[in-house]
């Protein structure tokens, strides 16, 4: 099945400071990417859609300046948590569609963020 | 509304049988989607159905009841391995996925 990379696996970072986790899709071209973010023993909540060559789609309550979306080419997508603060530590995860005839979602190993 | 309800938590035996329930309301329907999720993983897909009837995949199968609204995922001859949490995903029209909470499966030696 395809393959969708996420880097870095884990990150520690700062208050204030500023961070970027990147999502490929390693043997397929995605035009659109997903991203999610998972509290603890909750579900996943969609972030927002990455569109290669446009802007995102945000969910409602997403703030769009605080997680910049950046889907530079068919194969990358970047979510960069800006001046990041403890209550963002999250697992994110991203998502690529696959088989059209079954509408599958191909995810990456996802995102462990941790703000000290 | 969009909403997709399944049990909290479920726990079994080794070697035994078990349903995980899923009922769904969504704007329009593009099939129903289960994933398995081992704690700090990312979800890994399990199976899709779009149309009415019954999936069988190994010791997995799920079943799909549109004009209900209803879902199940059955898994048999359980191992040890499969304690994990087992999330329902509905697709509404717009081909977005409408997550539940997730069934927290617990099994027992």
């Known amino acids: 099945g395809a393959v969708v990379s996420q880097h870095p696996s884990r990150v520690i970072c700062k208050s204030g400071t500023s961070v970027k986790i990147e999502c490929r899709s390693l043997d397929f071209q995605a035009t659109t990417m997903f991203w999610y973010r998972q509290f603890p023993k909750k579900s996943l909540m969609l972030m927002a859609t990455s569109n290669e060559g446009s802007k995102a789609t945000y969910e409602q309550g997403v703030e769009k300046d605080k997680f910049l979306i950046n889907h530079a080419s068919l194969t990358l997508s970047t979510l960069t948590v800006t001046s990041a603060h403890p209550e963002d530590s999250s697992f994110y995860i991203c998502?690529?569609?696959?088989?059209?005839?079954?509408?599958?979602?191909?995810f990456g190993p996802g995102t462990r963020l941790t703000v000290l | 509304g969009q909403n997709i309800d399944q049990p909290t938590e479920m726990t079994a035996t080794e070697g035994a049988i078990v349903q995980i329930n899923c009922t769904y309301q969504?704007?329009?329907?593009?099939?129903l989607f289960w994933y398995q999720q081992h704690a700090g993983e990312a979800p890994t897909f399990l199976s899709y159905n779009v149309l009415d009837g019954l999936e069988e995949k190994g010791r997995f199968s799920s079943f799909l009841s549109r004009s209900k609204g209803y879902s199940y995922l059955l898994l048999k001859e359980l191992q040890m391995k499969d304690s994990a949490s087992y999330l329902c995903a509905g697709m509404d029209s717009n081909y977005q996925l409408i997550w539940g909470a997730g069934t927290k499966l617990i099994i027992k030696p």
């Open positions: 969504t704007s329009g329907f593009n099939g």
């Open positions: 998502s690529a569609p696959g088989l059209a005839e079954i509408n599958e979602q191909f």
